[in-house]
């Protein structure tokens, strides 16, 4: 497997259910990035992990968690999320941070 | 506040037809553009330009930096249906990375 992969593609989850997003990327980069893209807005940069640790928090609410065991594989994970939070959620690296970004596939999360 | 505005919001055009998009910008501390096509899911990297004035070329796909004018574009030339999709502007600052809502592009053949 080459490139970012992100699984699952598409996840249906009610507001009370916990889920987490995997992220991995095989290219030896040392940032991952996960965004968030809903309808007409910019993408939105959540969190930032350079060398496994988190350098930036962009006033994400606490119902998504991010975790990153090493700096291949990156997590997201969510608990009572709300119906506003349903979106694309990509996730991205880079060989430094804030470098050229490749990206992920995308998780289609809806909240119902 | 930072910010990336791009324009125009979306476009139609004919094969064969060139079309140049617009990325302006306000951001401290810039270190980088990067622009990105959009497709159906995952932004795909185009370019990254950190001087002014030196072309990226790639292919029928061109872009300039203005650092002065706070400015870039994207020049694609000799369109083709393929290029169908939105362009996306994201400026590099300190910390952060802001993207632009992105221009979407129809070429219709």
């Known amino acids: 497997e080459t490139g970012v992969t992100q699984t699952p593609r598409h996840l249906v989850m009610g507001m009370t259910n916990k889920k987490s997003l995997k992220c991995e990327q095989h290219?030896?980069?040392?940032?991952m990035y996960w965004y968030k893209q809903s309808a007409k807005k910019p993408l939105e940069l959540m969190f930032v992990?350079?060398?496994?640790?988190?350098?930036e928090n962009n006033s994400v609410p606490s119902r998504f968690s991010p975790e990153c065991p090493n700096s291949s594989h990156l997590f997201l994970h969510l608990h009572t999320l709300q119906p506003e939070d349903s979106a694309l959620y990509l996730c991205?690296?880079?060989?430094?941070?804030?470098?050229?970004?490749?990206f992920g596939p995308g998780t289609r999360l809806t909240v119902t | 506040e930072d910010k990336v505005v791009q324009s125009p919001l979306s476009l139609v055009v004919h094969e064969g037809d060139t079309v140049t998009l617009n990325c302006s910008y306000e951001?401290?501390?810039?270190?980088?553009l990067l622009w990105y096509k959009q497709e159906k899911k995952a932004p795909t990297f185009l370019f990254m330009l950190?001087?002014?004035?030196i072309e990226k070329k790639s292919g029928r796909l061109s872009s300039i930096l203005d650092k002065k004018e706070l400015f870039s574009i994207l020049n694609i030339t000799a369109t083709q249906t393929g290029d169908s999709a939105v362009y996306l502007c994201a400026v590099g600052g300190a910390n952060n990375l802001f993207f632009g809502t992105g221009t979407r592009l129809t070429v219709i053949p």
């Open positions: 290219l030896g980069h040392n940032a």
């Open positions: 992990y350079s060398l496994e640790e988190r350098v």
């Open positions: 951001v401290t501390n810039f270190r980088s």
């Open positions: 950190t001087s002014s004035g």
């Open positions: 991205a690296s880079s060989q430094v941070a804030h470098g050229e970004q490749y």
